[in-house]
């Protein structure tokens, strides 16, 4: 496919639960007819198949080694020059990359995902427009306790400790500061309809719409 523009990039970023995904998917449903995609930072987690299981348990999944960010940007630049990937997918119950990839074509629109993408200048530079989704820690707990036992194979108690022992002291010390890099803080995620309206305007602009 060839273009006279390079797509554009919105980064969606906020902690664990407080709606990252939800914002995404509102931003994707209000354009069914343009070309545009979502790219999750978490299908990038490292591989860690080498690892016996009892192992992997002990990753810290909310620091930025646990992330392959280089393969990441190495695969946004090729959709930048609308080249094809091969998108990892992760198995959360298995806390590794499954066998699979999945083809992404390239689109005009992409929208990055995930918990530490402002944290990567890289990252932020690529951007054309930076989303923070800011939500009450006892609102994304909740959340979080309810998906990772119905969605990712936990139990209340493992999701308890990791929470006290790893997502809460990261979210703080790596996520939380990402929030002054971001042109819109979206308070509530999902339900913000006027913030979400205002990022599709924009998006709208930059299409020339
Ligand atoms: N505004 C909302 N009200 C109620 N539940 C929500 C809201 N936004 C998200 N959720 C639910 O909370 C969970 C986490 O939301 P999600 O968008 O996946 O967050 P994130 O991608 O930031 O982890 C999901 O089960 C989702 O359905
Ligand atoms: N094997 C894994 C990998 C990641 N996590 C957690 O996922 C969270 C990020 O995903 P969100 O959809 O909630 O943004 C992150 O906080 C990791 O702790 C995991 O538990 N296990």
């Given at each position: 496919m060839m273009t006279e523009h390079k797509p554009i990039i919105i980064g969606v970023t906020g902690g664990s639960g407080s709606g990252k995904t939800s914002v995404s998917h509102a931003i994707l449903n209000h354009f069914p007819n343009h070309s545009i995609m979502m790219l999750e930072h978490?299908?990038?987690?490292?591989?860690?198949?080498?690892?016996p299981f009892e192992e992997r348990l002990k990753t810290n999944y909310d620091h930025p080694f646990a992330f392959d960010t280089d393969l990441f940007i190495e695969h946004l630049h090729k959709l930048l020059n609308y080249e094809a990937v091969e998108k990892p997918v992760y198995d959360y119950v298995a806390h590794t990359r499954s066998e699979q990839v999945e083809i992404q074509e390239p689109k005009e629109v992409i929208i990055l995902e995930g918990?530490?993408?402002?944290?990567d200048e890289r990252l932020r530079n690529m951007m054309d427009i930076k989303v923070y989704v800011d939500t009450d820690d006892d609102i994304r707990i909740i959340r979080r306790i309810k998906r990772d036992i119905e969605e990712r194979g936990r139990t209340l108690d493992s999701v308890i400790n990791q929470y006290l022992t790893v997502v809460k002291p990261m979210y703080h010390q790596?996520?939380?500061?990402?929030?002054?890099?971001?042109d819109v803080v979206v308070p509530e995620?999902?339900?913000n309809h006027v913030a979400i309206d205002l990022i599709n305007t924009k998006i709208d602009t930059f299409l020339g719409n």
């Open positions: 978490d299908s990038y987690y490292k591989d860690q198949s080498d690892l918990i530490l993408i402002l944290a790596f996520i939380e500061p990402t929030k002054r890099y971001a995620g999902g339900q």
